[in-house]
């Protein structure tokens, strides 16, 4: 995943997937570490949306003494293996992140960075799939 995208609007997450948005108030665009809502399966089975945070290793389970790399992106052929990231990929801890825009640097534009804007064309939401600890996230269930 990227490491900054906009989140979708309370009335997106009321009217297209069927969910009471968080009462907490979230910022216009997310980066690592910020609340931001996702969507995920409550304890009965139903979508529940809950302000949660992105980045695979939380600050606080970095050993003292070890440089912190935000990690936020895996690779599908080795998520199951690699310690980073299987443990909740094998408890199917999923949820969607419901997004209406992503942001990727470009690098190529020397000697400055640009930051395009990529967004959906044929609707007003893009959901993305994530893993991890979040909650009482309920283990072994797809997240819609």
């Known amino acids: 995943m990227c490491t900054n995208y906009a989140p979708v609007q309370r009335q997106i997450l009321?009217?297209?997937?069927g969910v009471q948005p968080p009462p907490a108030e979230w910022k216009?665009?997310?980066?690592p570490?910020?609340?931001?809502?996702?969507?995920?399966?409550?304890?009965?089975?139903?979508r529940d949306s809950v302000l949660g945070t992105f980045?695979?290793?939380?600050?606080?389970?970095?050993?003292q003494g070890i440089r912190y790399h935000?990690?936020?992106?895996?690779?599908?052929?080795?998520v199951g293996e690699k310690r980073t990231f299987s443990g909740v990929w094998k408890?199917?801890?999923?949820?969607?992140?419901?997004?209406?825009?992503?942001?990727?640097?470009?690098?190529?534009?020397?000697?400055?960075?640009?930051?395009?804007?990529?967004?959906c064309l044929a609707s007003r939401?893009?959901?993305?799939l994530a893993y991890g600890e979040?909650?009482?996230m309920a283990p072994t269930r797809s997240p819609c």
Request: hydrophobic share 35%.
């Open 28 to 31: 216009p665009e997310a980066w």
């Open 70 to 78: 935000d990690t936020v992106n895996a690779r599908s052929e080795t």
């Open 91 to 119: 408890k199917g801890q999923l949820c969607l992140i419901p997004v209406t825009a992503v942001y990727e640097p470009n690098y190529e534009a020397a000697p400055k960075s640009t930051r395009p804007k990529s967004g």
């Open 33 to 46: 570490r910020y609340a931001a809502p996702i969507v995920r399966m409550d304890g009965d089975g139903r």
């Open 55 to 63: 980045g695979v290793v939380p600050r606080s389970r970095v050993r």
């Open 14 to 17: 009321r009217d297209i997937l």
């Open 125 to 128: 939401l893009l959901a993305l």
């Open 134 to 136: 979040i909650g009482a």
